[in-house]
C-alpha cells in the first residue's frame, strides 16, 4: 500500500502484529485530547465480531442482515479483508470488503464499507486496492462488483469499468 504509506508516514506495524492480527500500517488515525493519534491497519483476518461488523453497515444505514448468514457467507468469501483504528490496547473496525471467487479467474467484490468518521480521506481507495492486490497475487483477472449508483465514480476512479461492450449485470429475484 505504498501511496497510504508515503501520504502517513513510514510503518511499524511489526510490534502490534505480533498480538494482534493486523498485516499493513496504513497511517495516522483520529487525534486523541492529549495530540496523539490512532493507528490504522488492515487485516485479512476473517475472525471479526460480527456485532462490530454489523455496526458499521448501521453506521452507513445498510439493512440489518441475519448475524448466522453473515457469518456463512464470510466463512465461503475467498478474501476479507477489514481496517482497524487501533489506539492503545483498544481497536475498533473501520472498514470492511469481501470477494467471493472461482478461485481460478473470476472474483466478485462485495460489503464495501468505511465508517462515516473515516470517510473522504483515503481509506476506501487504499481498501479497495488491498483487495485488488490481494485477488492478482492469485492471479484473478476478473475482478467485478455491483455498484450503488451514488458510488459507481469511486469504482470508477478506482479502473473499474461500467457495461465493458456493453455487457449488462443482471439479477433474478424470487417473486
Ligand atoms: C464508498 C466508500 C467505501 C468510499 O470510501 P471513502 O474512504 O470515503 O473513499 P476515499 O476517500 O477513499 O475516496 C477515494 C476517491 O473516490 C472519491 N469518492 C469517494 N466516494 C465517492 C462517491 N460516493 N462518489 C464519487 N466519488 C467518490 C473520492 O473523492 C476520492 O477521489 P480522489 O482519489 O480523486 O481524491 C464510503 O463512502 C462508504 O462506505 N459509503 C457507504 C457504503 C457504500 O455505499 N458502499 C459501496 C456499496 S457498492
Sequence with gaps: MGFL???????DAASTSKAMPFEEYVGAGVVDRNGVPSRIYFSSDRDIDLYELEELCDAVGWSRRPIRKVRKAIVHSYIVVSM????GAK?????FARATSDCAFNATVWDVVIHPDFQGRGLGKGLMQYLIEKLRSQDISNITLFADPH???FYHNLGFISDPEGIKGMFWYPN
Design 5 to 11: 504509506k508515503g501520504f502517513f508516514g513510514s510503518s
Design 84 to 87: 482497524w483504528e487501533v489506539r
Design 91 to 95: 481497536k475498533r473496525l473501520i472498514g
Design 151 to 153: 458510488v459507481v465514480e
